[in-house]
């Protein structure tokens, strides 16, 4: 018996049931369907009271145009054979918003070489499994726009379904959910863990997956911030997370309104530690809810990571 495809069939399984059931409680005990009522229509409140000011056409250019951000990391414990090493991480692409996204994201990431590319979910903009196939096609143009050495890797958000599963790993994209993957160079390794969506779709599989992780240097890929502390327990040295948006629609000084996280709140926007684990929350490529950003970036984020045991050298 193929033990990988039999996990795999039962958490197909039970995602279905979940992405079906929206009575079903989440991480933190809160039912499922009072999250996702209030948030669409605040939005959608907030949409027809300022579409027709000029804030709107501001808003939309803000969400259309992700620019891409450079950000360097220092570890005591990454390995001297991956100084250097570059992720391209994209988050919260949405891709069914706004149409004009895909072709936003091609254009910024069509010339940079990563070594890598990770993505934390959230391609479209529906929910409970509500369809998928209309993201397959933009999701293939980001796909072959992006130029890496060792691989796509994804995880699933809250707006994705496990029917994306399939689809995704035909176009080349290795799917974690609640495993992971080893990138070696030489002897060297480092290992990438992803789980799938803590915040709708959270089960004991994810923290048990981040347990099982062997040693050496460890990232983490999760759709949200919850899982910051399960995963420095469990000696992780970078956690790539999204899911928050940096708040999207947020007042001046980029204080955020809404941030969709119980817990974690702090850790809702760029670069923080906890506990010696360094963490990064990207804003979103794309935009959900109303296609419009305030006082927020839609971002793409290139990392470098660096041994301080090479710079000593
Ligand atoms: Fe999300």
């Not at 009072?34 to 250019?61: C, D, M, T």
């Not at 981040?210 to 911030?225: M, R, Y």
């Amino acid at each position: 018996m193929d033990t990988k495809k039999e996990t795999r069939r039962a958490w197909a399984k039970n995602r279905a049931d979940m992405e079906s059931n929206p009575r079903r409680k989440t991480l933190t005990n809160k039912r499922f369907w009072k999250k996702l009522s209030w948030f669409g229509l605040l939005s959608k409140v907030f949409e027809l009271g300022i579409r027709l000011s000029p804030f709107y056409q501001r808003g939309k250019l803000n969400a259309s145009n992700p620019v891409v951000n450079r950000v360097d990391f220092m570890f005591d414990s990454l390995p001297p054979a991956f100084e250097g090493y570059t992720i391209l991480h994209m988050t919260d692409l949405h891709l069914d918003l706004i149409p004009q996204i895909v072709h936003k994201i091609c254009e910024q990431i069509e010339f940079i070489k990563a070594d890598l590319c990770v993505m934390t979910g959230d391609y479209s903009s529906l929910t409970g499994g509500n369809g998928y196939q209309h993201i397959l096609v933009p999701m293939k143009q980001v796909v072959s726009a992006v130029h890496q050495r060792d691989g796509m890797v994804a995880t699933l958000g809250n707006h994705d379904s496990y029917k994306m599963v399939s689809p995704f790993e035909e176009m080349g994209i290795k799917v974690l959910i609640n495993e992971t993957i080893d990138i070696l160079r030489g002897n060297s390794k480092i290992s990438i863990t992803g789980l799938d969506d803590p915040h709708y779709y959270y089960t004991p599989e994810a923290v048990k997956a981040l347990a099982a992780s062997d040693h050496g240097f460890k990232i983490a890929l999760v759709h949200t911030p919850a899982l910051y502390d399960e995963a420095q327990n469990n000696g992780y040295d970078l956690y790539l997370t999204g899911h928050t948006h940096g708040g999207q629609i947020c007042l001046p000084g980029g204080i955020p309104l809404i941030v969709h996280l119980d817990r974690g709140r702090k850790y809702y926007r760029g670069k923080w530690k906890y506990q010696g684990m360094t963490g990064y929350t990207g804003q979103g490529v794309g935009a959900v809810g109303i296609p419009l950003r305030y006082n927020t970036q839609s971002e793409i984020t290139l990392f470098t990571l660096h041994a301080r045991e090479a710079a000593i050298r």
